[in-house]
């Protein structure tokens, strides 16, 4: 009898032959890729990474891939790989799903749910024509786009969702839609989608005027990116790099002056709304600078953050967008629609595509966020004359003020210094920091005794250790913030500011936020929170230090997910007020009652106290404590190690230790929250070994002083050299006071040293080779666990 193939065995001679059949060999048009990669795997502690997603074989044809197939091993039954092939089809937008041994193809429909067996895989043309049913027109225009490969630099390439956003703006384009939006989560890249789009149309020859009509793409695009600071301008203008320079323009206030009109001799230009809205005329009336151009001038115009307020109807910057209605509109937002942003999903209608904070931290794409609550015993104060000294203000004896009359009409800078001390003393000193205050006068405060605070820690640091990046602090701030934004330096380490730093600002080695005003805009708090979700070299998370609350928005069903239904209405909300420039609100608050500087009196101060509650880690898009850690554990052990015989045996291996430790991370209990668990438990005292047994097994746990104990007659018969030994109890000793990190194999080195100076040296008293030294230190683990 034939012994069954393997599944490599079952792809090389079966499917193989069978896609070459149906004519799927790479050539031409045609694409066929193995092992091709969707995801990265989610960020783990310590920069591993989950599972990458990746389909056993992905089926491209003018540019589009139109199906994927997961194979399996020709004994196993067909339709065991058909739920990875259908979750791999839908992220790639696929329209066919198949499953498959060799022998047997099932075929599943992610358009109209139909499943069936197969005899063979669709052709390239018949899996097209499925897939388009185009008139002239439009089959013409996207084979004209499909020809246009992505345009690269370093290396980089579009990923699985981007290219999906901007084959749905196309297709939107070839629809003829005139408003489109794109709804990603902040730190998607999508700047980077509209690059790409922008360069696509660039090639294509794309107009207004060619798009009913192929045949007049004659002449290339003009492309309107529209922000609303100068820095999303600048960031996206350095950001197209496939165009050169003299096919890009920023549009400046001052050039417009400098030479009496405005930029029109390039093919890309960059601006912002303000600068689009001054300008005066001859007799020193305002006068739009948008208006210099005919409201045909632009083909394309892309409005990054498009949900603060260019798209509400009674916006000043609608009028930019109205006058040049011609232009097809693309919007782009990381908002999903919420109570405040309804205007902009009834401006530019639902999203053509969405990608949200929980699917790139579940992707890989993004950094997951650990959450530390920090409550105060004065967060909020009712007045007393007797426990401080008045320096400004009448206040009303007995007044209570909370968390939303801090640092605005009343202010307490003990307080706040104690704040600062208490997130400082938990932080590690070299990770960047973004703080959000209560307004720019708090902003300076807080700055100020951060740098106090690290100057009395003995911290190394120098005077812009930390900087405010206000809208008061001008160009000095813009600088402060591109050196901050410079992953190669290290200062200014720490940013404070009221709300400039809120949205837009890409900054990929934020490790800390620190939340010191309250946030209670939806909107708002996702955008804050986009700061840190970047991706960095070593960043495994980030950490929110919430002092006000703020962390209840995660309380948000809809966190981060798909769009609501559009409302049957309009919004009527009037004008926006404009932003004070003296309190920093919306709208001013610097009348509304008497504002307060109360100083505490020393022994009132001292008397301050905060209390951190248990880390709150992200999963799957909710925040879960320890507690339900522990509960998903409990019930997730079987699946991870098949009994305690099992688990015992492979933690005496180290290798095989090492792998056990990534399937837990794997399952999402990465080190981090197994030192949560201990810390829970109050086993600080054990090793991570008998925490979990405690867990998974109920056994109950010993300590690490007591382990070595019961070891100690195993190792004395397994080591009897002397000076072994000395070096083994020395390892035992660190690992008692320590921990088992110091049973790492990255630390045996430091160990060595620390106890004889240097790796020679050690060869030379134990008489063993380096080799020989590491096979000692992890035979001595193997004797400890086994017990």
């Known amino acids: 009898m034939t012994k069954p193939r393997n599944e490599a065995e079952t792809r090389a001679e079966l499917i193989d032959t069978k896609l070459t059949a149906c004519g799927w060999q790479t050539g031409g048009k045609i694409r066929v890729y193995r092992e091709y990669p969707i995801t990265d795997g989610k960020i783990q502690a310590g920069g591993k990474r989950g599972k990458k997603l990746a389909a056993d074989y992905a089926l491209e044809y003018q540019g589009k891939i139109l199906a994927v197939i997961e194979a399996k091993k020709e004994s196993a039954y067909v339709t065991n790989g058909l739920e990875q092939a259908k979750n791999y089809a839908k992220r790639l937008q696929c329209r066919l799903a198949y499953a ?54 370093n290396n980089q390439r579009p990923r699985y969702y981007q290219k999906n956003a901007i084959e749905n703006v196309l297709d939107a384009l070839m629809q003829g839609k005139n408003k489109i939006l794109l709804t990603l989560a902040t730190g998607t890249g999508k700047t980077f989608i509209a690059c790409q789009l922008a360069y696509k149309l660039f ?112 916006s000043s910057w609608r009028q930019i967008l109205d006058y040049f209605t011609p232009a097809v509109q693309l919007g782009l937002t990381a908002t999903p629609k919420r109570k405040g942003n309804t205007d902009t999903y009834d401006y530019f209608g639902e999203p053509v595509y969405s990608y949200s904070l929980k699917d790139g931290i579940n992707d890989g794409f993004l950094t997951p966020y650990k959450l530390l609550a920090i409550t105060g015993t004065m967060d909020q104060y009712t007045y007393d004359p007797n426990d401080g000294v008045v320096v400004e203000g009448n206040p009303e004896p007995g007044k209570l003020y909370t968390e939303a009359d801090f640092n605005k009409t009343i202010t307490i800078p003990q307080r706040e210094q104690k704040r600062v001390q208490t997130w400082m003393n938990i932080f590690k000193s070299t990770d960047k920091t973004l703080v959000f205050c209560a307004s720019q006068k708090h902003a300076a405060m807080v700055r100020d005794f951060i740098n106090e605070y690290a100057y009395k820690k003995g911290w190394k640091t120098n005077e812009d250790y930390c900087v405010r990046v206000t ?51 939806m909107i708002e708090f996702k955008q804050i929170i986009g700061r840190g979700t970047r991706i960095y070299e070593d960043k495994s998370y980030f950490t929110i230090y919430d002092f006000v609350k703020a962390a209840e928005n995660f309380n948000d069903p809809e966190w981060d997910g798909e769009p609501l239904p559009t409302p049957g209405t309009k919004p009527t909300t009037p004008l926006p007020s404009k932003q004070c420039i003296t309190c920093g609100q919306r709208p001013c608050i610097c009348l509304q009652e008497d504002k307060v500087h109360f100083d505490l009196h020393e022994h009132i101060a001292d008397e301050i106290e905060h209390t951190q509650a248990e880390a709150q880690w992200e999963h799957h898009g909710k925040l879960i404590g320890v507690t339900e850690v522990i509960e998903m554990l409990v019930a997730d052990f079987a699946s991870i190690v098949a009994n305690k015989d099992e688990f015992c045996q492979q933690w005496q291996d180290y290798e095989q230790r090492q792998v056990l430790l990534d399937d837990f991370a794997t399952k999402g209990y990465d080190a981090d929250k197994l030192a949560a668990i201990k810390q829970h438990a109050k086993l600080q005292d054990c090793d991570i070994y008998d925490v979990l047994l405690y867990v998974g097994y109920n056994v109950t746990p010993i300590s690490r002083q007591q382990r070595v104990a019961n070891a100690q007659v195993n190792i004395k018969h397994k080591f009897s050299n002397d000076t072994q030994q000395q070096f083994i109890n020395f390892v035992l000793e660190k690992y008692i006071a320590d921990g088992e990190a110091d049973l790492q194999l990255d630390k045996l080195s430091a160990l060595i040293t620390l106890k004889y100076k240097s790796i020679q040296d050690a060869t030379n008293i134990l008489q063993l080779n380096a080799e020989a030294i590491k096979n000692l230190f992890l035979t001595m683990q193997q004797v400890l666990y086994n017990n």
């Open 100 to 153: 498959t041994n060799g022998k047997q193809i099932y075929q599943y429909d992610m358009l109209t749910g139909k499943q069936q067996l197969v005899d063979n895989f669709l052709t390239p043309r018949e899996l097209w024509q499925l897939v388009y049913q185009d008139n002239t027109n439009i089959s013409a225009w996207r084979q004209r786009f499909a020809d246009i490969p992505y345009a690269t630099n």
């Open 203 to 314: 090639q294509a020859r794309w107009s207004k005027t060619a798009r009913q009509d192929i045949n007049q793409a004659k002449r290339q695009p003009r492309i309107l990116f529209l922000a609303d600071r100068n820095i999303l301008a600048d960031q996206a203008f350095n950001a197209f790099f496939p165009f050169a320079e003299d096919a890009k323009v920023r549009i400046d206030p001052g050039e417009i002056k400098k030479h009496g009109k405005v930029p029109k001799n390039a093919a890309i230009f960059f601006t912002i709304f303000q600068t689009f809205m001054s300008g005066k005329d001859v007799n020193g009336y305002p006068e739009p600078y948008f208006g210099d151009y005919p409201a045909d001038f632009f083909d394309f115009i892309i409005i990054d953050e498009c949900h603060r307020g260019g798209a509400n109807d009674y």
């Open 471 to 521: 809208s008061d602090d001008g160009e000095i701030g813009e600088q402060f913030l591109r050196t901050f934004q410079d992953n190669e330096k290290t200062i200014p380490t720490i940013l404070t500011t009221s709300r400039k730093l809120s949205t837009g600002i890409d900054a990929r080695n934020v490790r800390n936020i620190v939340l010191m005003r309250p946030c209670k805009d």
